[in-house]
């Protein structure tokens, strides 16, 4: 169930009788040779999913993050950190003034990571807020399944590419990740990386993917029955 599926009304009527709410932080950015929205169409998916199985309301994407080392790839947008935290803290207080208490936050991008310390900070100030937080990709479900069938999970690789969000048909093989020091601005993140996969194969078998999907809404399905 999403809001932009629903009237106030309909959320008035929602708030009488639960004050969870799903967040999905994603981001705009390039993932070689998938959807550029990748990172929003994940953790979006594991909020419809999670939805349907309790009924806990999913707010609209929040569909830029903070990505500046990719600028350099045509169609990533990217927020300042300074930005980014403030969105995130004004949709926060945005609904907690309507009474939502208990938020679940799906994070689908890496850069978006430094807003947790912002949401400590809320919840020290707004009574009665509590935040959870889930990062997929760096969960031990992930790690466990990954190392289950000999796979390197990474940016852009197969880990990624669910059937929703391949955009094109994906190249046979991988690629090694290359070697660097530092921290890479955008310019030289396109030098290093190239087609924008970071390391591992480009895809594994449908059926591994399905696993995963699964086992990680598990996960989610588990943090909204925690946060109760």
Request: glycine share 8%.
């Amino acid at each position: 169930m999403r809001i932009d599926d629903l009237n106030w009304m309909d959320v008035e009527a929602y708030l009488k009788q639960e004050d969870r709410i799903m967040l999905v932080l994603g981001a705009c950015e390039e993932h070689g040779y998938l959807s550029l929205m990748t990172d929003t169409r994940i953790p979006l998916a594991l909020a419809d999913a999670a939805s349907q199985q309790t009924g806990v309301l999913v707010a609209p994407p929040l569909n830029f993050g903070v990505s500046p080392y990719f600028l350099t790839y045509p169609g990533t947008i990217s927020l300042r950190a300074s930005t980014y935290l403030a969105v995130v803290e004004d949709m926060v207080r945005s609904l907690y003034g309507q009474g939502f208490r208990r938020f679940m936050c799906l994070n689908g991008h890496g850069g978006n990571e430094g807003v947790r310390s912002r949401l400590v900070e809320l919840s020290n100030e707004l009574p009665g807020l509590q935040v959870s937080w889930y990062a997929w990709w760096l969960s031990n479900t992930v790690s466990s399944l990954a190392a289950k069938y000999q796979l390197k999970p990474s940016h852009a690789s197969w880990m990624e590419a669910f059937s929703f969000t391949r955009v094109c048909e994906l190249p046979p093989g991988g690629k090694t990740a290359p070697s660097y020091t530092g921290l890479l601005n955008a310019e030289r993140t396109r030098q290093v990386y190239g087609d924008g996969v970071f390391d591992g194969p480009y895809q594994a078998d449908e059926a591994v993917m399905t696993e995963m999907f699964e086992a990680i809404l598990q996960d989610v399905l588990y943090l909204l029955k925690f946060n109760t």
